[in-house]
C-alpha cells in the first residue's frame, strides 16, 4: 500500500472509486486506516497532493482515532464478565469439563455458560463464543431481513453474515447486503433500524434527504437507534 510522510509521520493510506460518491473524501477508521476515495470516473489532483492539503485534518483525525482505541473496551474472558445477545445482558460463567477436548456455548437464566477442558486458552474460549455469535447471527439475521423485505416491499439478491470491525451493514450495487455478526448483541429494534437502514439503499444509494425521508418513513425512531450505535457500538464487542 503506498504511504506519505506528513510532519515526520509516514501515513499509510489506500484510494479506491465509488459510485455513491459525490464528491472526493477521507475516511479513517481502525479497521480500513486512511482511505481517499473519488467519486467514479472523476480525474483529480494526484493522492499525494490531496492528501497534503489535507494534512492538518488527517494528523488532527488520526490522534483523535488513535485516542479513541486506547479507550476501547476489552474482553478478558473470566467469569462474570458481561455478554449481551440481542440486548440482553448475560454473565459469563466458565465451567471446567475434565475429559472434554472442546469448548461449548450456550445461554442459560441470565448465563453464557462456556463449557470447557481443563486450562483453556483464552483464544480457545474468545473463538467459541464468536462461533457462537456467528451461528446466532446466521440463523436470526437473513430470515428477519427477508421478513422487513416482504414487509415493505424490497427486493434483494442476496444476504451474507459477516465478522465486520467499523460497519454494521452495507448494501452492494449489485444488491447484496452484508449484515455484522454483532448486531446480535444489539437490541431487536436496533437490529431492525440497522436492516431498514440497508433496504433503503436498494432505492437510494446516498445520504441525502430523500433516504433519511424513507428510512424514517419505515423506521419513525430511527434517530434514536442511530445515536444508540454511536453511543454503545464501539462496547459491542466479542
Request: aromatic share 8%.
Amino acid at each position: 500500500m503506498p504511504s506519505i510522510e506528513l510532519s515526520g509521520q509516514v501515513i499509510v493510506y489506500s484510494v479506491r472509486s465509488s459510485k455513491r460518491a459525490k464528491r472526493i473524501f477521507l475516511n479513517l477508521s481502525p479497521g480500513k486506516g486512511l482511505e481517499l476515495v473519488y467519486p467514479a470516473g472523476l480525474q483529480a489532483l494526484a493522492p499525494e497532493t490531496l492528501l497534503r492539503q489535507k494534512s492538518d485534518w488527517i494528523l488532527a483525525a488520526i490522534n483523535r482515532l488513535n485516542d479513541k482505541v486506547q479507550s476501547l473496551p476489552t474482553r478478558e474472558y473470566k467469569d462474570g464478565e458481561e455478554f449481551l445477545l440481542r440486548g440482553a445482558r448475560l454473565e459469563l460463567k466458565l465451567i471446567p469439563m475434565p475429559g472434554r477436548d472442546i469448548v461449548m456455548v450456550e445461554p442459560a437464566a441470565g448465563l453464557l455458560k462456556v463449557s470447557h477442558p481443563p486450562s483453556p486458552r483464552r483464544e480457545d474460549i474468545r473463538a467459541a463464543i464468536e462461533s457462537f455469535y456467528h451461528e446466532n447471527a446466521k440463523a436470526y439475521l437473513p430470515r428477519r431481513l427477508h421478513e422487513l423485505a416482504k414487509m415493505h416491499g424490497f427486493r434483494y439478491e442476496g444476504v451474507r453474515v459477516k465478522n465486520q470491525k467499523t460497519r454494521w451493514g452495507s448494501c452492494s450495487a449489485k444488491r447484496n447486503i452484508n449484515l455484522n455478526m454483532r448486531l446480535m448483541m444489539a437490541p431487536d429494534d436496533a437490529i431492525d433500524y440497522v436492516i431498514i437502514h440497508e433496504l433503503c439503499h436498494l432505492r437510494e444509494l446516498h445520504h441525502n434527504k430523500a433516504f433519511w425521508a424513507l428510512v424514517e418513513s419505515l423506521c419513525p425512531d430511527y434517530r434514536h437507534w442511530k445515536a444508540w450505535f454511536k453511543r454503545h457500538g464501539p462496547s459491542l464487542i466479542l
